[in-house]
Nanobody
């Protein structure tokens, strides 16, 4: 089992940037795809971005495309989510997740291991 810990959340103003980190331990992390999801109060968890096991393929939700960048450093067993031009509607708890097969998908139900989440709040 892979254990995931997110960090880097906080309170920022619209237009600012944040970088979230997802650090893994346990089972061989570098073999598996990783995704970021987010959940705002009263809303369902939604897909944000995903990266393949080697970082060669990425995918983004339309709402963040062009603003967010997902990347990974397998030597550091860490996946990053660089969030630029943040908007109030980006406010949510952000979770990273992994699944033990490829490829990455956009469905939360496909992911097996989850972190505890990190809060991102964007004020207008």
């Amino acid at each position: 089992q892979v254990q995931l810990v997110e960090s880097g959340g906080g309170l920022v103003q619209a237009g600012d940037s944040l970088r979230l980190s997802c650090t893994a331990s346990g089972r061989t992390f570098s073999w598996y795809p990783v995704a970021w999801f987010r959940q705002a109060p009263g809303k369902e968890r939604e897909f944000v971005a995903a990266v393949s096991w080697n970082g060669g393929n990425t995918d983004y939700a339309d709402s963040v495309k062009g603003r967010f960048i997902i990347s990974r450093d397998n030597a550091k067993t860490t996946v990053y989510l660089q969030m630029n031009s943040l908007k109030p509607e980006d406010t949510a708890v952000y979770y990273c997740a992994t699944r033990y097969v490829s490829p990455a998908t956009m469905s939360a139900a496909d992911y097996t291991s989850w972190g505890q989440g990190t809060q991102v709040t964007v004020s207008s």
